[in-house]
Each structure stands twice: as C-alpha cells, then as structure tokens.
C-alpha cells in the first residue's frame, strides 16, 4: 500500500538505498513511494494465497513470494513490491542478491481504498510490459470479488470475474485452482450471513 511520494532518485540509488531501509519503497519515474501496512483483511487473504498455492505447486517447479520479494520491469527500471508474484522454471534476477526478480509469470494485488486506481492503472501498465508476464489477479478486501487478466497471444488481455463464495478459480499460467471460499477464509465481512454461515461450517 502506498503513502505519500518522498523524493526523486535514479534506480542505482533507490536500490542501493531501499536494501538498507527497514521501509519499503516502490520506484517509478525517479520517486520513490513508502508502502505502508496493510489491514488485518489484507493480510489474511494474502496468506490464504500464499498457503494455497503454496502447497498447489509443492512439487512444480515455481515459487511463490509474498510481499517482500521485488519486481523489476527491466527496460522501464520501475521497481514494484507485488502482494503476491509466483515464478517458474527458471527465474532471473537484477544480480546476486537475488531479492528483484525480473521474470515474474503471475502477480496478485489485494485492493485497497488508496491503491485501487494505482494497482488498475500505472501499475498494471508497467506489469505488462514484463514480457514473462501473462496473469494479473485483483481480489478486494471489502466483498467476495475477485479480477482475472490473462494475456491472449495477441497480446490482448482476458478479463473475468468471480463474485460467488462457490466459485473457483482457474489460475492457467501456473496450473492452480482456487475457490473464493478458500480466498476469503476467516474473512469477515460486517453484516454478511453468509460469510456467518462460512466460519460455523
């Protein structure tokens, strides 16, 4: 989640400085951005993610990184921190450090009020042009609705859309599947009987 812009920088310096910062920052057009924390929402739904794929592609060769693990869009030299970014096959990173990968195949954002327009528009403009790239999965945090984008061979992006707590997910650029009643475990909405219904069972 982003906060306020703070300076202007090139790449070699924000990156020599945010590997010594306790705080992360997100890089794009020389400004540097402080993330902020995210709601306990936020972070039940990204776990949910992490543990589901997780065990989905124990035995595939692929990675799934929660927040902390980078992404470059090399040719741009934007650096991002994506909720959630799985890798296969053989990843490549900016150097040995190995904390940029620059070769990401599927990212996820858990929308939030201050970086919905972000995450839709500047964000995912600069995720497409990492040519790896080929799946974009926007979840909200306020009701059970989930966003697909898959990249078609003409270079087209597939929208789709889930919003029953039945329905399931098919994650083709990695192989998974995923119901949104997994997503949205122990999730509460307020006043929704449902989700009531979901925890008692």
């Not at 020389?30 to 035995?59: E, W």
């Not at 595939?60 to 959630?84: G, L, Q, W």
Request: charged share 30%; net charge negative.
């Amino acid at each position: 989640m982003l906060s306020q812009s703070i300076i202007k920088i090139t790449a070699e310096e924000y990156l020599a400085a945010e590997r010594l910062s306790e705080v992360r920052h997100e890089f794009l057009n020389g400004t540097i951005f402080a993330m902020a924390g995210a709601s306990r929402k936020h972070n039940q739904i990204s776990s949910n993610f992490v543990r589901i794929l997780g065990n989905q592609l124990l035995d595939k060769p692929c990675s799934v990184y929660s927040s902390d693990m980078r992404v470059k869009n090399a040719e741009a030299k934007k650096y991002f921190y994506p909720d959630i970014v799985v890798s296969c096959k053989e990843e490549r990173f900016e150097d040995k450090e190995e904390d940029t990968l620059l070769n990401p195949l599927l990212i996820l954002e858990v929308l939030s009020d201050s970086t919905e327009a972000y995450d839709r528009g500047d964000k995912f403009f600069y995720y497409r042009q990492i040519k790896s790239f080929v799946e974009y999965v926007l979840v909200s945090q306020k009701n059970y609705h989930v966003e697909r984008f898959i990249r078609q061979p003409d270079n087209a992006w597939l929208y789709s859309e889930f919003n029953n707590i039945d329905d399931e997910i098919k994650l083709s650029s990695i192989g998974c599947n995923i119901c949104l009643k997994e997503i949205y475990n122990k999730v509460q909405f307020h006043n929704n009987l449902e989700q009531s219904k979901i925890d008692s069972n």
